[in-house]
C-alpha cells in the first residue's frame, strides 16, 4: 500500500500498483515495485505501514483506516478506532431517535453479545444431543431396543453443561468479564491447562460408539 503525498499532506491512497500521473507525467503501474524508496519518494510517493490495533471482531468494532504521513520517518502509519459490542439487546430506533418496527407493529432489536453467545450456546447443545436422535426412534418402532443409560447421562450432562455456559454468560458484568469466558489457559507445553467457561462440555468419550 502506498500513499501520494503532496505539501506535507495525503492525496491519494493506492492499496494496489496503477499507473497514475503525477505532475504532467505518467508513470507504469510498475514503478510501485520497481522503483526505490528514494526514487519513489521524490515524485512524492511514499509507504504504508498498517501500524494500527484492531479490535477483536468477536468483541469490538473496528473503523476504517485513518492515515498519517511523517515527513521525518518518511512514511505514512495507520490507526483504527475501536468501539465495543454492545453486550446487551438494543432497541432499533431511526436517525430521529423513533422506535423502528416490523409489519406486524413490533420494536425490532439489534442483539447484544450475551444474547447471541446464549443462541451459540444452545445451538451447540442441540447439535451435540441430536447426535443420539436415532436411539429415540428406534425405541419408538421397537420397543426392545432401549436408550444406553451411558447416552442419556451424556444427554443430562450437556443440559446442565448448557445451562452453566448460560449463567456465566449472563453474569459477565462487563466485557472484560465476558471476554474472559473465551480465554483458554495453557500450560508451559502448550497444552491445555483451563478450557474457556464459553467451550466447557462434558466429553462424549462413553457414548462415541452411539454417535450418528
Known sequence: MWALIKDNKIEQIYQRPKSLVIGEVRYPSNMFT?????????IGI????????KGDDRFEY???ATYSFSAS??????????????????????????AIKDYKGNQTVTLGLKSLAKE??????????????????RSIYDSSKTIPSAVGTYVGKIKADCATIEAAIDGASD????????????????SVKTIAPIHN????????????
Open 46 to 53: 511514499y509507504p504504508v505501514e498498517d501500524t494500527g490495533t
Open 62 to 64: 473496528t473503523s476504517q
Open 120 to 137: 451459540e450456546v444452545k445451538q451447540k447443545a442441540n447439535n451435540y444431543i441430536k447426535q443420539f436422535n436415532w436411539l429415540v426412534e
Open 34 to 42: 520497481k522503483y526505490t524508496d528514494a526514487e519513489k519518494a521524490a
Open 175 to 190: 466485557m472484560a468479564a465476558f471476554k474472559k469466558l473465551y480465554e483458554w489457559e495453557y500450560n508451559e507445553d502448550g
Open 73 to 98: 520517518d518518511k512514511k505514512v502509519t495507520t490507526s483504527y478506532t475501536i468501539t465495543e459490542k454492545s453486550l446487551v439487546d438494543v432497541n432499533d430506533v431511526d436517525k430521529d431517535g423513533n
Open 201 to 212: 462440555w462434558s466429553d462424549d468419550y462413553d457414548v462415541k460408539q452411539y454417535v450418528r
